[in-house]
Every structure is written in C-alpha cells, then in structure tokens.
C-alpha cells in the first residue's frame, strides 16, 4: 500500500458553524511556537514506516522459512539413516530443504551498491567489486619499476649501506671528503673542483725609523735596536699575519669549510 498526501484546494480553510445556525469561512494558521519540530504525519513518513514493517516482516518469514528448512533437511537425514531404500527419496527431501533455504534467505533484500551500513551485501555485487580491484601480483608488477630516485639522483644518508636495498638501481658513493655545491655556468653538475684559498697580497714601504705604507698581509713594527744600524738609519721589520687579509686563515689546520658528514650515493642505472 502507498499512502498520498491530501491535496487541498483551499489549504488551512475551515468553515466554523455557530449556535445561531449561521457559518463563516476562516482559514486557521497555526501559531503555537513549538520548541521542537516533531516527525509530521504525511505520506512520506508513513510509505517509510510501512517499508520498514514489510522488512521486519519479510526478515521474520524468511527465518521461519530457513528453520523450516533445517528441519525438513535433518527430517531427510533422518529418513536416509533409517532405510536405505528411501535413500532417493531422503536425496530429494535434502534438495527440496536446500532450495527452501535459498529461497529464504532470497527473500531478505541485499544491498548492491555496497553502501548501505548494516544492510546484507548482494554476493554478485561484491564479486564484482572485488573483480575491479588489483591482486598483490598485479600490485606488485606495476610498481616494481617505480623508483622516487630515478637514475641520475643524489641520495644522502647516515648509513653506509647502498640505496640499492631500497629503491634498486645501481649506486656509486661519490664525494668523500667533498662538500656538495650548486652547478652553474662556470660548473656543470657532475664536475669537481680541488680546495683552494684566495691569494695573499700586501706591501710595505722602508723608511728611516720606522716602516711606511704597510697594507694586507704586512704590518709595520718599531724600529729594531742600534745593533741593527745601516747606513746611519735603522731598520724596520716585517710583521706576516695572513689574518690581516681574510679571516679564513687561522680558523682550521686545514682547508675547512664548515661541514655534516654523511653518506652521499649517486644512481648511475
């Protein structure tokens, strides 16, 4: 049964009849403020409430259905232990309770979009949703050669062991004791360089007394004692403080930039 909405001409038209026998037309509107909307009574909410009563009822017949099956089959098993020569006949009992069970579990509807929470899964519909999705072998085939470092790639790490166990490829450790730098015009990537400091540079004037003009690595010190007297002038001395021309020098024993250690690897196939 499907229940309809009444359709009205006149919506909220009622005729109200007095005590004198006379009537007036007035159409009521309802103003009673409600706090809480409540389930309206129309034909949705009932076609809904017997939906969900046809399910109830349909679920019930079909697990009397099925315990009525599972005792004609134990009934047929019965028979076929009894007397072997109604082995035939306990046969088609057990197909006849079979096809009942079927029959009864075909009658509880199952959902086929797969989406309905709660609700049983359409088996063909879940086969095929099964069917449409990829297997662990074919998984595994698409990405055997997917590498996030192709070949080319430079892969640092802490570890001494070869980027080859996680990604394959082949790897070649490069740059030990070399610091890695951006490529450019003057340097194509792949190129090296050796360590190397800028020139030191300076100049100094001798005069009498004292030293003149001293710049860049030189600097001018006081004049030595007479013992080191020449030509009626004393002589100056030289000071060399390669510091003076670039604060690199004196930082390191060695030519040192500042540096992190790790593994560098490069993925040449």
Do not use: C
């Not at 047929?76 to 035939?88: F, I």
């Not at 063909?124 to 997917?146: F, I, M, P, S």
């Not at 190397?196 to 003149?212: E, F, H």
């Amino acid at each position: 049964m499907v229940f309809e909405d009444r359709v009205a001409k006149y919506p909220g038209r009622w005729t109200m009849v007095k005590l004198d026998g006379t009537s007036e037309i007035v159409t009521l509107v309802r103003n009673d403020e409600p706090t809480k909307e409540g389930t309206p009574i129309n034909a949705a909410t009932l076609n809904e409430l017997s939906t969900v009563a046809g399910a109830i009822n349909a679920k019930e017949e079909a697990v009397s259905a099925a315990s009525t099956a599972q005792t004609a089959a134990a009934s047929a098993a019965q028979s076929a232990q009894a007397a072997s020569e109604n082995a035939g006949k306990a046969e088609s009992s057990a197909a006849s309770a079979k096809a009942d069970a079927d029959r009864a579990a075909a009658i509880v509807s199952a959902d086929k979009t797969l989406t309905i929470e709660g609700a049983p899964a359409d088996a063909k519909a879940t086969g095929n949703a099964l069917n449409a999705r990829y297997t662990k072998e074919e998984t595994d085939e698409l990405l055997k050669n997917v590498n996030p470092f192709p070949v080319g790639s430079i892969y640092q790490t802490v570890s001494f062991a070869s980027p080859a166990a996680l990604f394959g490829g082949t790897w070649e450790q490069i740059a030990s004791e070399r610091v890695l730098m951006g490529a450019s015009s003057t340097h194509a990537a792949g190129t090296t360089v050796n360590a190397g400091l800028p020139n030191l540079t300076g100049n100094s004037g001798i005069g009498n007394w004292t030293m003149t003009a001293a710049s860049g690595v030189f600097a001018a010190k006081g004049p030595s004692s007479k013992t080191a007297y020449v030509d009626n002038a004393y002589a100056g001395a030289l000071d060399f403080d390669a510091s003076r021309s670039n604060a690199i020098y004196g930082a390191s024993s060695t030519v040192q930039p500042a540096a992190y250690y790790v593994y560098i690897w490069h993925r040449v196939a």
